[in-house]
C-alpha cells in the first residue's frame, strides 16, 4: 500500500508550544489496543483508506522547553469508523524526531468507538529517557464530554488545510 504523502509534502510545524518550566505532559492509559512491533513510517494512512487526512505534527522537548532529538514518538489509532487493525499495522507506526524535536506523521483522523471521543494514542521515549504513554484528542468534539478519560490539556491545536486537518501538540517530558 502507497502512503497517501510523502513526509516532504506535510505542512511543516510553526513553532514550539512552551513555556519554561513547563508542567510535564500528563500520562494516560495505553489502552487495550497497543500492539508491539509497528514499524517505522511517517506515512500511516494509505490512498485508498477513507476519511478526513490529517497531519499530526509537532515537538518534543524537555520541561525548560528545550528540543529533544531522536526521541521515539510512537502512534496507534483508530481508522475514520472507529476499528483499530488489531491484525496487522494499518494507522500504527514510529518516526524519531530531528534536531528541533520535531516530528510529522501523516494519518487520517480517527472515528469515535463507544464510549471514546476521537483520540490519537502516542508513547514517546526519549534517548536512555523513560517512556511518556498518553493520548491527544480534538478540541470541540461533541463526544470530549461524555469520554471519561478525556483531558483538554491533551487537545491537538488544529488548523484546516484544505480538505485535510494539521493537529498540532508539543509533548513536554518530565526528564
Avoid at 510523502?6 to 495505553?30: N, R
Wanted: net charge negative.
Amino acid at each position: 500500500a502507497a502512503p497517501s504523502e510523502s513526509a516532504a509534502a506535510m505542512p511543516a510545524v510553526s513553532e514550539i508550544d512552551c513555556a519554561a518550566p513547563a508542567a510535564p505532559t500528563i500520562e494516560q492509559t495505553e489502552g487495550p489496543y497497543y500492539k508491539s512491533g509497528a514499524p517505522e513510517s511517517a506515512n500511516l494512512a494509505t490512498d485508498s483508506m477513507p476519511g478526513t487526512r490529517l497531519t499530526f505534527t509537532g515537538y518534543v522537548v524537555d520541561r525548560s522547553c528545550a528540543p529533544i532529538a531522536n526521541a521515539k514518538v510512537e502512534t496507534w489509532q483508530a481508522d475514520a469508523t472507529g476499528a483499530y487493525d488489531n491484525a496487522g499495522f494499518s494507522l500504527r507506526g514510529w518516526v524519531t524526531t530531528d534536531a528541533a524535536g520535531r516530528f510529522t506523521i501523516g494519518t487520517v483522523v480517527p472515528g469515535e468507538y463507544p464510549g471514546r471521543t476521537e483520540h490519537v494514542h502516542v508513547k514517546v521515549t526519549p534517548p536512555g529517557g523513560a517512556t511518556l504513554t498518553t493520548q491527544v484528542y480534538f478540541p470541540g468534539s461533541t463526544a470530549n464530554g461524555e469520554d471519561g478519560i478525556y483531558d483538554p490539556s491533551l487537545d491537538l491545536v488544529v488548523i484546516q488545510d484544505g480538505d485535510a486537518v494539521v493537529g498540532t501538540y508539543t509533548f513536554v517530558l518530565a526528564s
